[in-house]
C-alpha cells in the first residue's frame, strides 16, 4: 500500500532551512519582520515542456520542479517531459527563457531539482521508467554569469525507487535522498520500501568518489513512528479498509498481506528536512 512519509533528517554539522513541510509548526513570530502589506506581480514567464521555445501547453508539466540560483540569478525547471530549462532572471521585470541551454533528459521522469550555489553544480533527481525500479540523481553544472554556457553533465549517483525529492545541506557536502518506492500492481503487486539515502561528497564534480549511506527505518512500529511525528495516514489498521472497497480486492488477498505487514515496507518517504544534531534528537 502507499504511504507519505515525512522523513526528519539529522545532519550535522551544518544547519539547512527546511523547505517543504508536513504538518503546521508551532513557533514564536513576536521578534519577526513586519508582514507585508501588499504583493503585486513583477512579471511572469512561460515556460516550454521541451526543448523548444514555442512548447507551450497546459497540462504537460513543464514546471514539475523548480530551483533559483541565487548568486547567478538563474532559475531551473524541470518538466515532466524529462527536459531542463533555463531562465535568466537577472532582470526580475523581463525574465527570459533560455532554450539554447535546454538539456534533454531524453523522456527521463524526472522529480526534483536542488542547487548548490557554492559549488556550482545542480542535482536532478530521476525515476526509472516505472515506480519500482532503482532511479538516480543528475549532477550538472549550473550557468554562471561571468561566462554562460549551456549545463554540462558531470555523471549521475545510483538511488532506489522513484528518488521523489532530493536536498542538499547548507554546506553541500552531502546530499539527502527520499526514495518514496511507489508500488505498482500489474499481473502483482510489487511495492518496494521506501528509503532514504545520505551521499556525502568532497567534489560533485566526482561523483564517482561520492560516498552513499542508507538511513534504516526498520524496527519501527506503526504507533512509535506516529509519536515521533511521522505522518503516517494510513498504518495496518487502515488496510481493513482495502478488504472491501480495493479496486484489487478481487485479485488481491489482502489478509496475507496484513499478515506480511512491516511499518518499513510501506514508508512512502516524500519530504525532507534537515536540522543540525543535537544530544536530544535523532534520526526521524
Not at 539547512?16 to 514564536?28: C, I
Not at 522529480?111 to 538516480?136: K, L
Not at 505498482?184 to 561528497?201: R, T
Not at 505522518?231 to 478488504?243: R, T
Request: net charge negative.
Amino acid at each position: 500500500m502507499l504511504r507519505s512519509l515525512l522523513t526528519l533528517l539529522v545532519l550535522s554539522p551544518a544547519l539547512a532551512h527546511p523547505r517543504r513541510l508536513g504538518k503546521t509548526p508551532s513557533f514564536d513570530s513576536s521578534s519577526a519582520r513586519e508582514t507585508p502589506t501588499n504583493f503585486s506581480m513583477v512579471s511572469r514567464v512561460y515556460i516550454p515542456y521541451n526543448t523548444s521555445d514555442q512548447a507551450l501547453a497546459f497540462g504537460m508539466g513543464a514546471a514539475e520542479q523548480v530551483a533559483y540560483d541565487h548568486v547567478q540569478k538563474y532559475a531551473y525547471a524541470v518538466s515532466e517531459q524529462g527536459v531542463l530549462n533555463v531562465i535568466d532572471w537577472n532582470d526580475v521585470a523581463n525574465p527570459q527563457v533560455l532554450s539554447n541551454y535546454a538539456f534533454d533528459f531524453n523522456g527521463a521522469k524526472l522529480t526534483d531539482i536542488e542547487i548548490c550555489s557554492s559549488q556550482g553544480v545542480m542535482f536532478v533527481g530521476a525515476g526509472a521508467a516505472d515506480t519500482v525500479s532503482n532511479g538516480q540523481v543528475h549532477i550538472l553544472s549550473t550557468v554562471q554569469r561571468s561566462s554562460p554556457a549551456k549545463p554540462t553533465s558531470y555523471g549521475t549517483l545510483a538511488t532506489g525507487p522513484l528518488p521523489d525529492m532530493i536536498l542538499p545541506n547548507s554546506d553541500c557536502s552531502k546530499l539527502a535522498v527520499a526514495n518514496e518506492g511507489e508500488g505498482e500492481y500489474e499481473s502483482e503487486l510489487v511495492d518496494p520500501q521506501g528509503s532514504v539515502m545520505i551521499i556525502e561528497a568532497a567534489d560533485w564534480t566526482n561523483p564517482t568518489a561520492a560516498v552513499t549511506k542508507s538511513v534504516s527505518l526498520a524496527g519501527y512500529t506503526d504507533s512509535q513512528l506516529m509519536d515521533m511525528g511521522v505522518h503516517l495516514p494510513l498504518p495496518l489498521d487502515a488496510m481493513v479498509y482495502f478488504d472491501d472497497y480495493s479496486k484489487w480486492k478481487d485479485d488481491l488477498n489482502f489478509s496475507t498481506a496484513r499478515a506480511s505487514y512491516s511499518s518499513a515496507m510501506i514508508l512512502g518517504c516524500r519530504v525532507l528536512a534537515l536540522f543540525r544534531q543535537t544530544p536530544a534528537r535523532s534520526t526521524l
